[in-house]
């Protein structure tokens, strides 16, 4: 049973537009979401990740957002670089648990 | 620091043949991980431990054996190896509950 689902397995974006990952859960113990990102050959390294009691979290060019009523969160890319080309997953986690659940991912491609 | 280390890289191995996959960490995290990616899917729990000593099942245990002697070491163990056991598995690390966990390039595993 796949608690975490990014519903879209790939996206293509203009280098300096904006991108758009989506992210949904069902999990309503979750509260801790996190967006990793890997490239080809590598392990997946961490990017940002938000509390669930915030609704929003910025690191440079790159902000998180959380919608617990709608168990939605996404992340955005402003500008996309050719560098951001990747996979992305998504995670979650719920309080006090070791354990994190991945969605299947987005492979993001930044055209120049 | 060298984070998580993993060997090898690449292995094939045939029907029934057992192996052992490594890793270690150098940051004394009490926290460590196997996790599986098959194409398409995202990372699976196998095992996880919680610190020396301490080791529990994740989502996909069945056909693996994890130990944890020490903080910085957690192999992990393929007993009679099934093409079903063909993916890339990633050790990760982290230092508590929440939080971002720390990656290791990962093994890609071939079984025929």
């Known amino acids: 049973d796949q608690q975490v689902k990014q519903n879209s397995p790939s996206l293509s974006v203009q280098e300096g537009r904006i991108s758009i990952l989506n992210c949904d859960y069902t999990?309503?113990?979750?509260?801790?979401f996190l967006w990793y990102k890997k490239y080809p050959a590598e392990g997946p390294t961490f990017l940002i990740s938000i509390s669930s009691i915030k609704d929003k979290n910025e690191d440079g060019r790159f902000t998180v957002f959380l919608n617990k009523s709608a168990k939605h969160l996404s992340l955005h890319i402003v500008p996309s670089q050719p560098g951001d080309s990747a996979v992305y997953f998504c995670a979650a986690q719920a309080f006090n648990d070791y354990k994190l659940s991945f969605g299947a991912g987005t492979t993001v491609t930044v055209r120049a | 620091n060298a984070g998580v280390t993993q060997t090898p890289k690449f292995r094939i191995l045939k029907i029934g043949q057992s192996m052992t996959l490594q890793c270690t960490q150098d940051m004394n995290h009490n926290y460590m991980y196997w996790y599986r990616q098959d194409p398409g899917m995202g990372l699976k729990l196998i095992y996880y431990?919680?610190?020396?000593?301490?080791?529990d099942k994740g989502e996909v245990p069945n056909g693996y054996n994890v130990s944890r002697s020490t903080t910085e070491d957690f192999p992990l163990r393929l007993e009679l190896a099934a093409p079903s056991q063909t993916s890339v598995y990633f050790c990760a690390s982290s230092p508590g509950v929440p939080g971002e966990q720390f990656f290791g390039p990962g093994t890609r595993l071939t079984v025929l």
């Open positions: 431990s919680v610190g020396a000593g301490i080791t």
């Open positions: 999990n309503s113990m979750f509260d801790y």
